[in-house]
């Protein structure tokens, strides 16, 4: 689009309190500058008529292993884009990219491409950080996780990839009944990531 100011009108608008029927919504170089409840365009706005959809904020997925026929641990920029692409389409704008259980070294290899591709262009689709999913699930609680590589948290194996990827990784998944889970989590959080609790046995 080539102006920078735009009205969306006739559209329900999603805010956080309620859905405005017939609404607008005034946007200036990338910013919202207004919401209003009847049809309104700016003097020199180029006017987006909804056709009666929802005009909503974009979505935000904290837990996404692909799409578009790729996944995010083939480990490629062009798979982060694909997926990113794939999902931007449907409304997604942000997104935490999530890995598999995999070795070590798989999972560097992934983070290695998501530092990359956070430094770059997204084409529209903001990137999180990533969430590792695993490896320090309960066994019997894996689902589709694949069981040879489930294993304990090792202080050897979390630190080097945290201090690897510093501002890479965002959210990590373990078993808090794991030997050393204890130890593993007050470390993620001492370096500002999330640690959800998941694939675990405990009560």
Known sequence: MKSQHYSIVNGKILTPHRCIANGSVQVEN???????????????????????????????????????????????DEAFQTVAATHLRHGTTAMTPTTLTAGKEELAETLTVCQRVMAGKTGGVRFLGMHLEGPYFALNQRGAQDPRFIRDPAPEEYQSLIDRFPGVLSR????????????????????????????????
Request: hydrophobic share 45%; aromatic share 8%.
């Open 30 to 76: 990338g910013v919202i500058t207004g919401v209003y409840e009847r049809a309104f365009c700016a003097p020199g706005s180029a006017e987006i008529d909804a056709g009666g959809l929802y005009i909503a904020p974009g979505f935000i997925d904290i837990h996404v292993h692909g799409g578009g026929g790729a996944d995010f641990m083939d480990a490629t």
């Open 172 to 203: 990590w998944s373990a078993a808090p009944e794991l030997p050393g889970a204890l130890d593993f989590a007050r470390h993620a959080v001492s370096k500002g990531i999330l640690v959800s609790l998941a694939h675990t046995d405990a009560l």
